[in-house]
């Protein structure tokens, strides 16, 4: 050793055996041992997918340094984003050593987590166990859209389409690949968008699962005992209401192929967290079925569908929504009743002590066709343009304010084929296709796989086995064809669709805002409704048609009312936001006053020609003096034309139908400015006007019929009222379907006589102006 280095270490030593003796010297320096922190295992049990669940991370330090968390899953460390750490399996928030976590997966996980004091670190879990699920969750996009195709564009599917191209003898395998590669793809790409749903997780990430609420599905039947509605069904309180039966507190259908009920009472509550099947909107709501549809039924019915006293109904009764997911699709625009609006009113104005229970109705699936117009939509141009071959008004209860008219959109946000529009439209809902190339509904079907959409007997599915071979139909439905592995009893199907599915949809987001706020009225919730719903397929596009040298703007897609308010007639308000909608029902604080109806005010004895092909058309004011904030308008006409019967010969015979019907359109404008389109034209009025009363009345293309219009929510009913009906064609076409339409006619022929408007009615609903 150098003597240099022998120095140094001798003074080091000295130094160390100075302060080794020097330990009660007060003015010494003391030495401080840095303990390390701590981290423990937490164990979280019984949480719930979708529920927010607390707990708090067993990590300290001993000294009181401060300890910073971070978490890390497979390795990798996982950053909060606006103070979310999301996880493959869940998000979580954290506040100190408090978190919150919700289950996205609905399966047990591990989190791993980090104390990290004074640079030393430890580390430990967090482990969620017995995390309660429903199986079938994770493909019902309509709750939760994470881009999940719910059965459709299977790869079974795909190679069945293949194989059949094969035997078909349309091309060799790679043609058919090819083929199907292209749309696929295309599918793929356009069908379903992640975040397209109705933010039901928000709202039970708020504590609102359903509970303290019943509705009432009225409709084809519903199977009191299916495993995943019974814990909801509320006991001996539903109603058969067939003329004869020998249980009346059982409406379960007895149809082989698929009860209509039982999957729409699915969609509203079936039974949250039990492990079976998918969840309702509302899992937690009450459920009162009647079978009103189809068959011989009591003299009693429409009453006892509406809640009067006999229907075991309360008139305190926490009813949240008696769901209709049913409808009249003819060719013709049905008069209103009186009578009718009386019965159909009932649950709004006087259950739940006055408060009222809402009336949810789909608005009906014939926007292409209804079928008993034949080829007419195809060929009028309604289809290429966009418009609605049936206005929703045509059924006379979509004109009736006490009925919540629900249209509806797909997983990608937008429009589907089939739902029908109007201005009675207040929100839309999800509903889907037909789920094989769009998805559709994952709900409840009849158990078994002897009854229901799913199973042997499966309508789709027998026709298609019997005319394709069972491979194909099992490749093509294959989750509803027997022995699919999450759906081995059959007892539920992804191919529910229509606007019965938008309806329980809205009704299971309006038994979560009754739920969260038990004192709202259906005003509010209508009102809730109305300022929460999102605006969906924001670029939809207006459609304009040439009328002789002018035009009519004959869809305005989005507008701005001069309340605020954002409306279209496909969507309503716009897709229903369960997230917001119980957000705001929590802090409510609208008081919308006492309940107005006015008078109806216009003219009755008009008659005044509709100029044939002429964008002018003729004008009527209506003046309104009551100063009311609007909560829905109603419209009344009576237009005839002489030539407005049951078709007539040509002078060669040809069996053939006036344009009249065809070629009417009605616009109104509001004393703001806001302009609202009634009827578009290209509509299938078909047959003359048709009443319930008297049947169908030749001569008239409407009579007594009204229209609704959401339009207007919020505004002043006070002032002119001007409403424009046109005659929008010189129209003449030939029905490429021949005769396949109930009139039998092979041609659409340009009315020779002018339409006439021989009455007009203004009728507002809403509250006195603030």
Known sequence: MNKKMFKLTAVNAAVLLSLAGCGSDNNSPNVEVN?????????????KQWIPVSGTLDARDPDGDALTISFLENGNTIRAVDGVYTFSHGQLTLNGLDFEYTSLSGQDAVITYTATAQNIVASSTVEFVNVSNDPLAYQQWHLRNTGQKAYALSDAMYEGLVQLYVEQGRGNEAEARERYDNIFSEQNATAVIAGEDMNVANAYAQGVTGAGVTAVVVDSGMEIRHEDLVDNVLPNRSINLDATTVDRTDPTSQANSGDHGTSVAGLIAAKGWNGLGGRGVAPDTGLIGMNYLGGDKIPQRDLLAHGFPGSGISASEEISAFNRSYGITFPTFIGYSLVDEAIEAYPNLTLRNGKGALNVKSNGNSFEDGRGEGSFCADNGAQTLGLPCYNAAFEPSQANIHYLSVAAVNANGLHTSYSQSGANTMVAAPAGEFG???PAMVTTDQMTCINGYSGFNGGTIAAWSNFFGEAFAASQLAFNYPGHPENATCNYTSTFNGTSSAAPNASGVISL????????TWRDVRHILASTSTMNDPQNETVEIAIGEGSFMAHDAWIENAAGFNFNNL????????????????????NLGDYVTTD??????LSADI??????????????TEDITIEGMQFSFDISNEEMGFGYPLEDGTPVQTSAGNDIAIEVISPAGTRSVLLSSKQAIFYPAFSFDVGFQPGYVLKDAVFLSNAFYGENAKGTWKIR??????????????????LEVAAIVN?????????????AFGHAAQ
């Open 35 to 47: 303990n390390p922190p701590s981290a423990q295992k937490v164990t979280v049990t019984d949480a």
């Open 436 to 438: 094989r190339y769009d």
């Open 513 to 520: 805002i009754l739920s969260a706020n038990p004192a709202l």
């Open 571 to 590: 969507y309503g308000f716009g897709r229903v936001d369960a997230g917001k909608a119980v957000e705001m029902a929590k802090n409510y604080s609208k």
């Open 600 to 605: 109806w005010v216009g003219a009755s004895d």
């Open 611 to 624: 100029p044939d092909n002429n964008a002018t058309g003729i004008v009527q004011e209506i003046e309104m």
């Open 725 to 742: 009906v046109l005659d929008t064609g010189n129209t003449n076409f030939t029905l490429s379907g021949g005769t396949d339409n109930n």
């Open 751 to 763: 009315n020779n006589v002018d339409s006439k408007l021989e009455a007009v009615s203004v009728r």
